[in-house]
């Protein structure tokens, strides 16, 4: 009966002895190992990437203790260098453990290519639209004499007309050729000679022409204020809206 005795108690004191080495193993495991190896609480802050060129957002990563991977996905933006970072996973600012790794999507080292569209006829106003949902930019804009007012009559790309489907690279200028609304009817220029200055520009505006550049010279030919030369001369064919450059005698 003792020998019983002695026997369970040895196994309880065993067992206890076992129990208390498990529970001590498991508390060092649960709260020295593995906040070590997990770096727990040890968070860094997500520096914001936006704009940086890739070789000074990788050094900057590093050094805040992060990893980086490049997204095979690219954009384009005409705003930003070549291999700058357009996007970045994680958000900045955003806390995150040391090393871990942030996905970066970068500016492609090329525009891509884009299919002019047909903006011949189409009103100014709604062609600037166009261009900037596409992605392109309005150039110059060139009027001439027509009928069609703010109408446009050409697009071209630098200096050269193109057609509907021809590629351009995103962000190109656009020039366009538009109709000024005066038509391209011949007129005989009117006869400005001994006109004051004001009558003439009247009379140069009521015949459908501009008036261009007006030099003021001394002259015995007319009193002063009065026109005494234009370019060009009185009764020669041109195209409405064409410009009329006037000579007025001064004082």
Not at 66 to 82: K, N, R, V
Not at 168 to 177: N, S
Not at 183 to 212: A, H, K, T
Request: hydrophobic share 45%; glycine share 10%; proline share 5%.
């Amino acid at each position: 009966m003792n020998s019983f005795s002695n026997s369970l108690k040895k196994i309880l004191i065993n067992l206890l002895i076992i129990t208390g080495i498990a529970i001590l193993f498991g508390f060092l495991f649960l709260k020295v190992y593995l906040p070590l190896y997990t770096n727990h609480g040890e968070t860094v802050s997500v520096p914001d990437l936006s704009g940086y060129e890739f070789d000074e957002a990788a050094g900057l990563l590093e050094n805040t203790g992060l990893q980086y991977e490049i997204s095979l996905d690219s954009g384009f933006s005409t705003e930003l260098p070549a291999l700058a970072i357009l996007k970045q996973i994680p958000a900045a600012n955003s806390q995150v453990k040391t090393g871990r790794k942030v996905y970066l999507t970068l500016n492609a080292r090329n525009a891509p290519l884009l299919k002019m569209p047909n903006l011949v006829n189409m009103l100014l106003k709604n062609v600037q639209e166009t261009l900037a949902n596409m992605g392109l930019e309005r150039g110059d804009i060139v009027y001439v004499p027509d009928i069609g007012i703010n109408v446009v009559l050409e697009q071209r790309y630098r200096g050269v007309a193109v057609r509907e489907g021809f590629e351009v690279p995103k962000g190109a200028r656009i020039d366009l050729v538009v109709g000024d609304g005066m038509g391209n009817q011949l007129l005989l220029v009117p006869d400005l000679y001994g006109m004051e200055e004001e009558d003439g520009e009247f009379l140069i505006l009521g015949s459908g022409l501009r008036v261009g550049d007006k030099k003021f010279t001394i002259t015995d030919s007319v009193a002063p204020g009065k026109i005494f030369l234009q370019a060009p001369p009185a009764g020669t064919e041109v195209r409405t809206g064409d410009l009329i450059n006037i000579w007025i005698s001064k004082d």
